[in-house]
């Protein structure tokens, strides 16, 4: 069993970002950062949460990540943004896009924001439900250093290069969809590591390209993308559009986002924003509810985020963490990263 | 050993047009429709070619697509396009909105299209290679009549719901992604069945949810998504992006495309097209086969797309074709399609 300890939504933040300023972060990469790390443990993502931090700090002591970075947006057309977040952090310059990616699909019905020479963004599902909060349906893709080998080869190539969709919905949380090109996010296989418990089959090779159910060969290896050729054929479609039109790394350009090796990872992260109502008519939400609502008169089917969204009301009053991960947390807060600039 | 003849595109095309026109289609329709049928004999995908249009034949005849239907475009914002198909074909009410898709996108960017009230589109690699020539990425979704069951359900819901994206590439032909949110496309399970031949596993269940292997069972059970919940989630993000969007019926409401029983299907079609020169910058096309350079240094490596780009170049001088399935469609240009309209 894991000890845990019962924190609010804030003191996970006030926590988080003192971690981050101790470890070389400005003041206000720190409060966004440190935001999206309490909302993935009131979520129940507690793997990219409180006991992941160590990796932001780390990386931002020794220079992978500029904890100092000012992003910069570019405004391409009235429908067309860039944010060049300066080898930052991608929450931060992120969040400087959002306000005028919302506005431009108000305005026009579609619009975009390309986010390039940034870091690790965490859950998408984050920044889409924030967006689908504000009546806005986003479509968003990130790439991320190398862990899935292309469809016939066995050397990793591209990152586990999520997608995730945000949908409005009318009187309840947002539809959210949040899912990688990968059978399992790089993260779950980390974790099974960290437990020393063995893979289920079907999730990685080893570097010989052999299946293996030991989480150490799947490090040295490759994850598998979902459905094989068609994993393969997301992970190239998000590449293309994370990188590629972020001006940012390919995946296997990229540095590692597991250490502190090669310098900054310059990836991207792209967000297609949506106007439900402009192109659905008015009736949309309501529609919507129809196409849900039959879709849950089966009582074993769930849609996608319903696990996120029961550990959110779990933690109305109070949010159960790891006790090990916030001691480490905490001993970060008071010394900041072991890790040094190189 | 099937049969074959050596047609030319021109002479396949022409065939098409008139077993249509013969069926109650109008010239200009039929030879939208007729177009795709040889393109998709000339990429090797027979089981969409001529072999499947005696089905676009039946529906024009019994009512199930309105083979007369003028396509009407509607400019929703300087960048969102909306046709109302009418209840006819997809592909000229596609063509329709592709010029003025192709202009937003070039002035602003990123510019969408959403095609609504209309029919099966058949391949979405065809539509998306178009764009990709006018140097346009292009990222296209379709919903469909109900064949996969959704994550925990075993009653159809979704559409095979296919995703496509096309990507403009110097000195060759456009990088061309097209996927089903199934583990196979449901003319596949069709094929098999005429062929009489086992499904491979993993590809159905029947109508209790049991994994089956036999294509008449898997017709009247459920299509597997890809990845389990993940294709799930695919599916459900193209019905609402084609659907919702395009103000056409969801997946589960759809009248099937496999039969004459009610009605017309009303699905709908969502392109959204992007500037890849204005997001990526001047070097987007050389950035873009670097990465695809180093992808293909490992032998075994195919990129998406690459068998149908070597049955093109193997059709360059007369194209095979099935002798039984020309014999029918001749039947088809004589006689009409033996439906008669409800």
Redesign the interface.
Known sequence: MTDLRVLTFGEIETLAAKALTASDVSTENASSVARSIAAAERDGQAIVGLSYLPVYCDHAACGKVDGHARPRLEQ?????L?VDAGTGFAHPAIALGLPALVEAAR??????L?VGNSYACGSLGYFVEELAEQGI?A?MVANASPSIA??????P?FGTNPLA?G?PREGCEP?V?D?SSS?VARVAVIDAYNRGVPLPNGWAIDANGVPTNDAAAAMEGSLLP??G?????LA??V???AA????SH?S?EASSFGDCEGGPPRTGQMI?A?D?K????GD?PA??E??LG??LE?P?????GDRRLEARRKHRDGIAVSAAAVETVEQYAREGSPERRR
């Open positions: 391409l057309s009235p429908v067309a860039r305005q026009n019905g579609i619009a975009a390309a349906i479509l292309p469809f016939g080869g066995k050397t190539f969709f949908v539809l969809i899912q059978v979902i459905g050729y068609k994993g393969f054929g190239l479609m590449d293309i559009l590629g039109l972020a001006r390919w296997f297609v949506l439900p402009l192109f659905g008519g949309f529609r919507l129809v196409m039959a879709a089966t074993s089917v769930r849609l996608p």
